[in-house]
């Protein structure tokens, strides 16, 4: 038998009983969530049990995917209670915003050297760190381009690298050289764009003006700016806008020249003096001087201010031309081109063609001539040709078939010139207006005319001959006839082409009448080449040529 001291007893019951009712320190949850924008995340530490006594417990990172200073700081904490403290500690995870898609990651703590109370069931918590990415935003492209009647411009501002949550950037138009308000319509300083949670792209809408004015392509610039809500400014932060022209024809918006010279009615013609609508360091003048044709032979094209006329001296020619009309090239290779009825046009390296008709030199010597004649006032047509009324007397009148007073349609007849695109210098001579016989036999009581006039010291010539009155709708015509091919225009008045293997010739009559309204019937006259029968008693079929402007000629086919 073993006695056993009552004292003794008593001190093994009491130790007992602290052992079963001890405390314990652990986590207060085993897992913890927060996005990676919230900071810091608090986790708790608790102690439960009989807390007679003080305690402590170390807490430290044990393990996760997540990288220390990169996703999240924690230094590792002694947590301490006194005796008769239940109270729930806490530590703080500091969680850094990586701006990097990268997915959730984890951070592990552990309970570890723990005294006086010892560590529960709950000795470790794992913080899931959840991937919050505002995104970058930015333009989708640094340039966008709009046809001038696009109507708008839709420029993309993508949000990259994440879309968590609702972010606003601020953005604004700059004009360059499309100006707002005649090319587009400005965005004002602090307009805001806003994306919702989620939304990728958004757009920005500029409304396009169509001015109908031909120039060349303009740009400006939309620029990207503050942003709220967490996302970043990317690198492409401004666009250039380009409004590509989809006007062919420049001439409405370029400044003209308007010959004033008395007696005679002319057309505006383009002055070369102004800025290239391209590039406003460079005139019109100083691009044409770069084509090849003019830089290879050192020529040198100058306008006169006042009849508008271009001329280039080339040895003891000179050209002489008027420009009527340009537009947008399909090319920027510089070259002068000369059409069959020396018609032409001129592309500078900027890609503007600018198209001439032949002009004439010296209009001088030819108006005096015409006032002894009675005859002073001639008109210079946009196709190139001079044309002298026939009567310049008062009109003519006639009774119509209802005995109504009418002009006589006879009183518009007119002479119908075309000069030679170039001059030459010419000796012996004195200056005036003359007419020869045309050199081809088979017009006999045709003409053309020589103008002699005086430039400088010296004495220059230009041929006047008969011509189409327009020749493009002449060819067009021609054209239209089964059979036909290869129109060309040869020398003083006639033109030749091939008709089933054959090559034809017409010569074109000095006078163009207006369409006499008894011929046609309906509001307007058809245009274009019929058969006239034999005008000229030659024994060959002739033609009637009707055009657009409501003028006729006849050419008669040679034999």
């Not at 109908?212 to 690198?235: C, D, P, R, W, Y």
């Not at 069959?340 to 390296?349: E, H, L, P, V, Y």
């Not at 001059?423 to 003409?447: F, K, M, Q, R, W």
């Not at 020589?450 to 041929?463: K, M």
Request: aromatic share 8%; with cysteine; proline share 4%.
């Amino acid at each position: 038998m073993i006695f056993i001291k009552r004292s003794t007893l008593v001190f093994l019951l009491l130790s007992l009983c602290g052992l079963a009712q001890g405390a314990a320190i652990e986590f207060g949850a085993t897992t913890y969530s927060s996005n990676e924008i919230t900071t810091p995340v608090t986790i708790t530490v608790k102690r439960t049990g009989v807390t007679t006594a003080g305690a402590s417990v170390l807490v430290s990172v044990t393990g996760g995917t997540a990288t220390a200073t990169s996703d999240y700081t924690f230094t590792p904490v002694t947590l301490t209670w006194a005796a008769n403290d239940a109270n729930p500690k806490t530590v703080s995870v500091v969680i850094v915003d990586d701006r990097l898609v990268e997915g959730t990651e984890t951070v592990t703590l552990g309970l570890s050297a723990v005294t006086g109370d010892t560590i529960g069931a709950d000795a470790s918590t794992t913080l899931s760190i959840l991937d919050y990415e505002q995104g970058t935003l930015q333009f989708s492209s640094a340039t966008f381009s709009v046809a001038e009647n696009g109507g708008t411009a839709s420029l993309t501002v993508s949000r990259t690298n994440g879309s968590d949550g609702a972010v606003t950037i601020a953005y604004a138009s700059v004009n360059g050289t499309a100006a707002a308000p005649a090319f587009f319509t400005a965005v004002a300083a602090g307009s805001v764009l806003s994306f919702a949670d989620g939304d990728t792209t958004k757009t920005i809408s500029i409304p396009i003006i169509d001015n109908s004015v031909g120039q060349a392509n303009k740009t400006f610039t939309v620029n990207l700016s503050t942003i709220t809500g967490g996302a970043l400014l990317g690198t492409i932060a401004s666009t250039t806008v380009t409004i590509v022209n989809d006007d062919e024809d420049f001439t409405s918006g370029l400044t003209k020249i308007t010959p004033v010279v008395a007696n005679i009615t002319q057309g505006e013609v383009i002055s070369l003096g102004q800025n290239s609508p391209f590039n406003a360091t460079n005139t019109l003048l100083a691009t044409i001087n770069r084509i090849p044709e003019l830089t290879i032979t050192s020529l040198v094209a100058t306008q006169s201010g006042t009849t508008g006329v271009i001329e280039i001296p080339v040895g003891e020619v000179s050209y002489h031309l008027l420009p009527y009309s340009a537009g947008q090239a399909s090319t920027s290779t510089g070259a002068i081109f000369l059409n069959q009825d020396q018609s032409g046009r001129m592309i500078t390296d900027e890609g503007l063609q600018i198209n001439f008709q032949p002009a004439m030199a010296n209009t001088a010597v030819l108006q005096a001539a015409l006032t002894q004649l009675s005859l002073p006032k001639m008109t210079i047509t946009s196709n190139g040709n001079l044309t002298v009324q026939r009567n310049q007397g008062a009109p003519v009148f006639d009774l119509d078939s209802t005995g109504k007073l009418v002009i006589n349609n006879a009183f518009y007849d007119r002479y119908n010139l075309r000069p030679s695109i170039t001059s030459s210098l010419i000796t012996d001579a004195t200056a005036g207006v003359y007419l020869h016989p045309h050199p081809n036999a088979a017009l006999p009581d045709e003409v053309y005319m020589q103008v002699i006039y005086p430039s400088g010291t010296t004495l220059r010539q230009q041929l006047f001959t008969t011509a189409p009155v327009i020749g493009s709708e002449y060819i067009n015509g021609l054209l239209a006839i089964a059979g036909v091919s290869n129109v060309r225009f040869e020398a003083l008045g006639i033109s030749a082409f091939d008709f089933n293997n054959r090559t034809l010739r017409m010569y074109a009559d000095f006078i163009v009448r207006r369409v006499d309204p008894k011929t046609y019937s309906g509001a307007s006259p058809a245009t274009g080449l019929f058969g006239a029968g034999d005008l000229n008693g030659d024994g060959t079929e002739d033609f009637r040529m009707v055009y657009s402007n409501g003028d006729e000629q006849y050419f008669y086919l040679l034999p």
